[in-house]
């Protein structure tokens, strides 16, 4: 039987180690950076317009232009700066009606952005189950190619067999998913 000195793929043969692990890193960001990018192009008008509306309401120049807003209609319609004649004398019911409207519509656009958000995190939270399903079914396949690899050496380990046999075994994602819902508490 011939023996392969060097198992290394002659892609990465002379690379260190760690270089391979950086490639794998900015390889996976790139991709999570390109699904990130696709989700956000495939936003409707209507949600893009309602994040930036959302975007630009949840900032500090907003709350001082709104609050700048505020005092100078109540000045204006209280007389004190007799300059203009009040058109919404008090109790404001104009200024009411305005800031009625605007937080209607700002929660509306609030609550699309956040369906948005949702629809994303489920996708996210979707792919991150398949992935852990793969790893841990790559995982068995691994503790059983081992298993193989020391039994054909005639290594054993009885202290760790009975854990190990149990790790072999493929998880019922089902009966496990019912079993974490019958213990979450209600």
């Given amino acids: 039987m011939k023996q392969r000195r060097n198992q290394t793929p002659p892609s ?14 900015d390889d996976n960001l790139e991709a999570v950076i390109r699904l990130e990018h696709g989700a956000l192009a495939a936003r409707t008008a209507s949600e893009r317009a309602a994040e930036a509306v ?15 807003a505020f005092a100078l209609w109540v000045v204006a319609n ?12 008090f ?7 305005v800031v009625s409207l605007e937080a209607i519509f700002l929660t509306l656009l609030v609550l699309m952005s956040q369906k948005r958000l949702m629809r994303e995190s489920d ?15 790559e995982s068995t396949k691994t503790l059983r190619m081992v298993r193989c690899i020391c039994e054909h050496l005639g290594i054993k380990d009885d202290q760790g067999a009975k854990a190990e046999s149990s790790l072999e075994k493929t998880t019922n994602v089902e009966r496990l998913a019912k079993e974490v819902e019958q213990s979450m508490p209600s």
């Fill in 78 to 89: 209280t007389g004190i700066g007799h300059l203009i004649k009040p058109f919404d004398p």
């Fill in 123 to 137: 996708k996210r939270a979707i792919l991150d189950l398949q992935i852990n399903i793969l790893a841990e079914q």
């Fill in 12 to 25: 990465d043969r002379g690379r260190r180690p760690e270089r391979r692990s950086e490639q794998v890193n």
């Fill in 54 to 68: 959302t975007n630009a309401a949840g900032t500090t120049a907003c709350v001082v232009t709104h609050a700048a």
């Fill in 91 to 97: 109790p404001f019911s104009l200024l009411t009606f």
